[in-house]
């Protein structure tokens, strides 16, 4: 008789896993907040206003070079998570008519100015069930 092997718990059709995202080994984001203009544009900006572009910012890199077809998409803003992280694990971004899955942790400096690190995934579209949810957001 085969030991049996413990199976690890499915998840639940809302449930979202715990596990750590990827890292990314490239922030595309740091050229752009280098530049004196986007410096001078961002410091305008309230710090929560300023570290959610700059993720969003990021993010939108990310998704691009992963896969350029998604060029353009629109990305909602997220909450905060504390004062230096934004993290999501039931994001989603618009293109072409529908909504994309995606999942990111995004921590900045404490004056919202530079991205530490940035990890994230995203995958296939979201059913068309939860797309209202999802378009109070646009």
Request: a positive charge; charged letters at 25%; proline letters at 8%.
């Amino acid at each position: 008789e085969k030991p049996s092997v413990p199976k690890k718990p499915a998840l639940q059709k809302d449930q979202v896993s715990k596990a750590p995202l990827p890292e990314v080994k490239t922030l595309f984001s740091q050229n752009m907040t280098d530049d004196q203009i986007a410096q001078t544009a961002m410091g305008n900006m309230q710090r929560g206003e300023r570290m959610n572009q700059l993720c969003r910012s990021e993010l939108d890199q990310q998704i691009i070079h992963e896969n350029p077809r998604f060029r353009g998409a629109e990305l909602p803003s997220y909450s905060l998570t504390n004062e230096t992280v934004i993290e999501t694990r039931k994001g989603a971004f618009f293109k072409s008519g529908k909504w994309y899955n995606v999942q990111f942790r995004c921590e900045v400096d404490p004056d919202a100015k530079r991205i530490l690190s940035f990890a994230f995934k995203f995958g296939g579209p979201l059913p068309e069930s939860q797309y209202p949810i999802y378009n109070s957001r646009r």
